[in-house]
């Protein structure tokens, strides 16, 4: 690390973080479209509870695990090419091409096996829903395990980061899972699904599998969900894995050194201050400009 | 049913036989530690039992809503137990593993404390995230459904629940918990990734395999094999404590967080089992 040009390593960062940004969005994206996170309980209860529905369906694991999965085998894959002299480039490319497919794989058989497992409830299998989603979650799967591939590309081989590149994409796989689902999974869930229900509460436990299953023309289905969740979720869970990089790269880089590694300490500690400061001045700003919860009007009284 | 619903089918007591013969049980994988490996094996074991108690405490803290929490049902963020501390804690891992190799003269203490932040600044990070999603993007302000008032700042949360929730979003008391939490899920997972290295570095140049590596040909061995081990440990660590949370917890203000003595001592366990085996590798000769 010490023999590398400052600027270059900060450059770096700020590419890798770039990257994190990118792939923290796609991820989401993804997720929401191919129903992959927590609020896919209510998708696979909708049925149950007599509300069949086009959501695609294909929590194959929860999201950590499987962006673990997958963020891993792309860079195994591309380590695994560049360890056969192939240019850097295109082993990235390759094994996340490859990597993509495995994906398409798991979520074909997802969809059919929990949509066929709802079938004493009435749910249909619906092809070309099968047709039509799959290869969206696909490309968006490609653009998240790109981008976090070439960032653990980056922060082995430009930074110096000592784990190799699969145990890299594993670590950042599960971290990247753990942030898109946090940040984004309420806005799909309760924004999205329950959008019929009261904007500014959470939605009533007695409302579960009541989800929202027509759109503007015709029946709802992922596509729809992608488009919604694609204006915040996405993007803020984007910001978050991407700040969560940053500032792990960032100071290391320019802290790690000073005071033999208690400058780091030292910076990190303060940043995690100051996000506690932005969160309780959210929260009161919440709960001053919101106010307490009131029960809604009945809507025949209007 | 929901998560919410869901009661755990036992207390939060202690089985006193049960956890009588995992004492001895760990006690005996400590004694066959020493006697295959020396004083060098029994410290990293130790140090690995040490890690293993961080991150089944720290995940203790971690405020999880699970499925409920995405739809506003449930405080909390929205995913599995062990899932989050893994991503908080393998975050801080990198951090620490990073910290011990930059410094010509690594301390352990510093990279574990730098271990720590990083696993606290990747919760603190995504649990400010939660609450400006649920903030900006659906206008829900937190509330607990387990206390009437914040701990931390005094905050009532009652009046401000939405009715037929337990809750929602991250009371400032959960944020905290999340920090803390990753801070020990850093820590610890760093701690197990540096005491196996140390003993990687030390013995495996000296294995008939390696004769002709010498002790830098050995090194991405020594570095990929305690990564593996110190991500499958945090793993397990955190499964097991998630089984004990069963479920939602909101922080260390849930009543459930006083389960917290029954995990360690079936965390101390495991991770006396499981450092037995990834240190056995090294000490058996096959």
Redesign the interface.
Known sequence: ?ADIPLVFEIGITAMAGALATIAGAAEDVESDIGSQ???N??VQLAPQMGYIHRIFNKAIA????AWGLWITLGAGLAWAFMAMSMNPILAIILGCGITTFVQGVYSTTAYLGRTASLAKFGQPVYIDILKSMTTVTMAHAFVAIFATVSMCFLINTAL?????LP??G???G??L???G???????????R??QTQK??????????GNIVRYAEAGERNSLDNGFFTAK??GP??G??FG??VF??IW??ILF??IG???G??VV??I??II??A???Y??V???KN?G??T?PVAEASS | M?A??AKPASGASLNPVASGIGIVVLIILIGIMYAIGGQIALIALIGIIVGGLLIAFGVHFVPVG????????APG????VA??A???G??G???G???????T???LL??V??GG??G???M????????????????????SGKVKVDPL?G?TQP??????????????IS??GG?IGGIFGGAGGTLIYLMLLNVYQEVLPKMTVFDKAGAAGVL?IA??LA??FA?GMFLINAVLAAYNITGTIEGPHDPKFKRFPRALIASAIASGLCGVAALAIVFVPV
């Open positions: 690390m996170g927590d609020p309980s209510q929860g999201e950590p695990p110096g980061h000592p784990f190799p145990l890299l594993l670590v950042w599960i971290a899972g753990a942030a689902s946090a940040t984004g999974n309420p806005y799909y869930g309760k924004e699904q329950y904007f500014g509460a959470g939605v009533p436990i007695a409302a579960s915040l979720a803020a869970s910001v978050c700040l969560i500032l792990e100071r290391t790690e050194p033999a590694g208690w780091a300490i990190g500690v940043m995690i996000f506690a932005i969160d309780r959210i929260e700003w919440a709960r919101y307490p919860y029960a | 929901t919410i619903a699970g499925a409920p929490a995405a739809m506003g049902q963020i929205a995913t599995g899932m989050l893994a991503g908080a393998l975050a891992l990198f951090g593993a990073w910290a011990w190799a930059v410094q003269n690594p301390d510093v990279a404390i730098t932040v990083g606290g600044l990747m603190a990070i995504t649990c400010f995230f939660v609450n400006f999603i649920y903030i900006f993007g659906m206008g829900i302000p937190a509330a700042t905050d009046e401000f629940k939405s009715q037929g929730t337990e809750g929602h979003g991250l009371p400032f944020f905290v920090v991405p570095i990929s990564g593996i991500v």
